[in-house]
């Protein structure tokens, strides 16, 4: 067994695209086969200034345009690709696939966190409370594994302490692919970090990202 996570975990990278120029290599170099990829499991890293959150590595030619449709739609809190559709100007395959009958997702992720007011709950407690443990979001359901045919959200949960005045915050997904999911998932978790931060008058810290099985698809080779 391949325990080059181990070495990966506190590493720290200055933003996204160093992160992801690295993920890529670790994967090719050393992944393990996995169901069609080559995965790096419990991989843990922090990004030191999430704010630089686009993807330049040319190989990639990752949207931005995209990446910023996407967000307005989780801001939407509206589980429709067709929502998405609206935004972008169309539906990305992999979003029409991991559809239900109605057109609906569970990994849009603002549709979770806008249930019970999540963003509200964590921006009031760390305001009235900037030592609190408790300024978690809550993604993964797991009373609704009945849903989770098509589409089951790869992320956990969220994160976010106060350290230094600065917002940090922790990701923690059950699968993150690093071609396609990392390069658009960081930007989303970065732009909900700004924003609770700028809620809260304050400045962004690190962002720690940690997956349970980080994999590149056998086709990015």
Same mark, same amino acid.
């Given at each position: 067994m391949n325990f080059i996570n181990?070495? $990966?975990?506190?590493?720290?990278?200055?933003?996204?695209?160093e992160?992801? *120029?690295?993920?890529? #290599?670790?994967?090719?170099?050393?992944g393990q086969d996995f169901n069609g990829t080559k995965a790096l499991f419990n991989c843990g890293f922090y990004i030191e200034n999430?704010? #630089?959150?686009?993807?330049?590595?040319? *190989?990639?030619?990752?949207?931005?345009?995209y990446a910023?449709? *996407?967000?307005?739609?989780?801001?939407?809190?509206d589980p429709s690709i067709n929502k998405l559709g609206d935004l972008y100007g169309k539906?990305?395959?992999?979003?029409k696939r991991m559809a239900d009958p109605s057109g609906n997702v569970n990994s849009n992720y603002g549709y979770q966190w806008k249930r019970n007011d999540q963003i509200g709950y964590v921006v009031d407690l760390?305001?009235?409370n900037k030592d609190t443990r408790q300024a978690c979001i809550s993604i993964y359901d797991g009373k609704e594994h009945d849903k989770f045919a098509t589409d089951t959200p790869c992320t956990y949960a969220v994160q976010f302490t106060i350290i230094n005045n600065k917002l940090c915050m922790s990701v923690y997904m059950r699968s993150n692919d690093i071609w396609y999911g990392f390069?658009? #998932?960081?930007?989303?978790?970065?732009?909900l970090q700004e924003m609770i931060a700028d809620r809260l008058s304050i400045e962004t810290g690190w962002y720690y990202h940690h997956a349970h099985n $980080?994999?590149?698809?056998?086709d990015k080779l």
């Open positions: 181990i070495i $990966m975990i506190n590493t720290t990278f200055k933003n996204a695209n992160a992801y *120029e690295f993920l890529l #290599d670790q994967a090719i170099q050393y999430p704010r #630089d959150k686009f993807i330049t590595n040319a *190989e990639r030619d990752w949207s931005p345009k910023a449709a *996407e967000w307005a739609w989780y801001l939407s809190g539906i990305p395959p992999i979003w760390l305001r009235n390069c658009n #998932d960081q930007y989303q978790f970065a732009s $980080m994999h590149l698809y056998n």
